[in-house]
């Protein structure tokens, strides 16, 4: 007995031994993650080179197709004073043979969200990130971003992500559709992506912080580092990208799915309509007050396009865009409400928290 309780022991150790070995072993595979297709992005104020340009804006970016799209922040492409933006856009791949410096031009922008899609002008076929699917994110997990100082090379910072974002819609609340995380990202990072250790982005650094007037926010939220969702910036992507949007549209509502109450009011009207998302927040002096919309509203269409999440609703916003008219089917009280609405820009004045 003495001589099997000795080897149990001895076996006990061993597998700690080997547990603990393995945890160090992935310990050290994540603190070497695999690096997104990176680029550096510079915005001129003159058009040529050849004239008196200068390098007004610098920032990072990732490549998202292998076309030459990419994403960056909207605001380092602008004049600092205006708004407007830089008339000459450059790009210079962080690694490969060429590191050449390419024209690009802007595609879109999304100027609530501060990122931009950008377009290599070059036949090229370049290489593409990686960017999350379906794997859940968990509170914890180290994650990675890149920062280029006043240098030619990219710096590797790590960290962990904090928390997930608790709402799907930014319209009203800008912080909570953010994921926050323990890690210091400098200005030099902005526009860069936030990665995983196996190289997903699973979101975008746009220097963004929750106002600092914000009660409902805890004090150790503005200690946070807040990422832009991948998820929410690839929601309107392909709308922007087609639209070629400049400007952000809105409604004067924001939206959220349905609760388990109001979805057993589907289906509905002989099951023409199956599901919908309802109103959240209604902005004072904003469109959705004057045509009358109310909170706790389902939208259950938009332009005759079914809306089953406030993603189905982003997507058809920014497809439509600023100055497109369309119609809302409202469910209120049992009843179907229809709304014409001629979509505006969203407002200086309408900052979402």
């Known amino acids: ?43 001129r104020t003159g058009a040529d080179v050849a004239e008196d340009s200068t390098v007004l804006r610098r920032s990072l ?19 600092p004073e205006t708004g407007t933006l830089l008339p000459r856009i450059e790009v210079q791949l962080s690694s490969g043979a060429a590191q050449q410096a390419y024209r690009a031009r802007v595609i879109g922008v999304e100027p609530t969200l501060n990122f931009a899609v950008l377009k290599i002008e070059s036949d090229a076929s370049f290489e593409v990130s990686t960017i999350l699917g379906d794997r859940e994110l ?50 030099s990072g902005i526009g860069g992506p936030v990665f995983d250790g196996t190289g997903a982005v699973i979101g975008m650094y ?7 007037d914000e009660d ?11 990422i832009l969702p991948i998820f929410l910036a690839f929601n309107i992507y392909d709308s922007i990208k087609q639209r070629q949007s400049l400007a952000s549209p809105w409604t004067g509502f924001s939206v959220r799915p ?23 927040y209604i902005w004072e002096n904003s469109p959705a007050q004057a045509m009358g919309l109310k909170v706790d509203d389902i939208l259950l269409r938009f332009a005759y396009y079914p809306i089953h999440s406030p993603a189905d609703f982003q997507k058809w916003l920014y497809l439509y865009g600023v100055g497109r008219t369309v119609k809302f089917f409202i469910l209120r ?15 200086a004045w309408a900052i979402p928290q």
């Not at 022991?9 to 031994?17: N, V």
């Open 206 to 212: 746009t220097g963004y912080h929750p106002p600092e």
């Open 61 to 79: 970016g990732f490549i998202v197709e292998q076309e030459g799209f990419l994403l960056t922040t909207y605001e380092s492409l602008t004049v």
């Open 1 to 43: 007995m003495a001589v099997a309780f000795f080897i149990m022991q001895k076996l006990q150790f061993i597998i700690l031994l080997l547990c603990l070995w393995g945890r160090v072993c992935c310990a050290a595979e994540a603190v070497v993650p695999v690096i997104p297709t990176m680029v550096t992005v510079r915005a």
């Open 216 to 226: 409902e926010h805890l004090d150790e939220e503005a200690e946070l580092t807040h």
């Open 333 to 347: 009280e049992g009843e179907i409400l229809l709304q014409e609405y001629t979509i505006e820009e969203r407002p």
């Open 138 to 187: 968990l509170p914890g997990e180290p994650i990675f971003a890149l920062t280029q100082a006043d240098r030619p090379e990219l710096h590797l910072v790590s960290g962990r992500l904090q928390s997930l974002n608790s709402k799907e819609c930014y319209q009203q609340d800008l912080t909570a559709t953010m994921l926050a995380a323990e890690i210091e990202i400098p200005p």
């Open 258 to 280: 349905l609760n388990a109450m109001e979805q057993q009011q589907f289906p509905i009207a002989q099951g023409k309509f199956t599901g919908g998302i309802a109103l959240e």
